[in-house]
Antibody, heavy 120, light 107 residues
Framework: EVQLLESGGGLVQPGGSLRLSCAAS????????MSWVRQAPGRGLEWVSA????????YYSDSVKGRFTISRDNSKNALYLQMNSLRAEDTAGYYC?????????????WGQGTMVTVSS | DIQMTQSPSSVSASVGDRVTITCRAS??????LAWYQQKAGKAPKLLIY???SLQRGVPSRFSGSGSGTDFTLTISSLQPEDVATYYC?????????FGGGTKVQIK
């Protein structure tokens, strides 16, 4: 069964850092691009960042560029999101999402999400 | 950036009714359009990709159409389990963007 399991969310102060992880199983991880998508409480979906299967290309939304870093370890079937300089507006549920292919940019499998709360 | 605009923002219909949701892109995206269903407290689920291709396991009452800038998601006969918020998304270019969502309820 294809599965994604996020972890690492929690409460952090403004300006702080957090690292999210996503454990993948049930598919050939290195063959697929992956993304992080977030959803603020009661709001819509916002794409955050993507990485190709090899890890050779990364993409970011303007709202997180320069503060967040996406990475992956294909030997561990794991996706990461390093979040620095966190702001209140980064408060959201963060989903790990598998792309339909390495250069396909819609999402066919989603994790259950992990909540990040940025507050003093 | 490509802006995605959905309408209506909410719709209430009876069981068995036909429900149509529209999505407009701020520039042409060919047929690069996906639709998702998100039930309360759950992760989104891919329904349709490439504007009209049904994802495996999705009931055939869901269909998609359109190309260029205007797209439609249709539920041919609304069922109680279809209560959810529906989002369109353009996978044409970065940054990837979603529509604002359409909440579907039973009247």
């Amino acid at each position: 069964e294809v599965q994604l399991l996020e972890s690492g969310g929690g409460l952090v102060q403004p300006g702080g850092s957090l690292r999210l992880s996503c454990a993948a199983s049930g598919f050939t991880f290195s063959s697929y691009a992956m993304s992080w998508v977030r959803q603020a409480p009661g709001r819509g979906l916002e794409w955050v960042s993507a990485i190709t299967g090899s890890g050779g290309s990364t993409y970011y939304s303007d709202s997180v560029k320069g503060r967040f870093t996406i990475s992956r370890d294909n030997s561990k079937n794991a996706l990461y999101l390093q979040m620095n300089s966190l702001r209140a507006e980064d408060t959201a549920g963060y989903y790990c999402a598998k792309h339909r292919g390495d250069y396909r940019f819609e999402f066919d499998i989603w994790g259950q999400g992990t909540m990040v709360t940025v507050s003093s | 950036d490509i802006q995605m605009t959905q309408s209506p923002s909410s719709v209430s219909a009876s069981v068995g009714d036909r429900v149509t949701i529209t999505c407009r892109a701020s520039q042409g995206i060919s047929r690069w359009l996906a639709w998702y269903q998100q039930k309360a407290g759950k992760a989104p689920k891919l329904l349709i990709y490439d504007a009209s291709s049904l994802q495996r396991g999705v009931p055939s009452r869901f269909s998609g159409s359109g190309s260029g800038t205007d797209f439609t998601l249709t539920i041919s006969s609304l069922q109680p389990e279809d209560v959810a918020t529906y989002y369109c998304q353009q996978p044409d270019s970065f940054p990837l963007t979603f529509g604002g969502g359409t909440k579907v309820q039973i009247k």
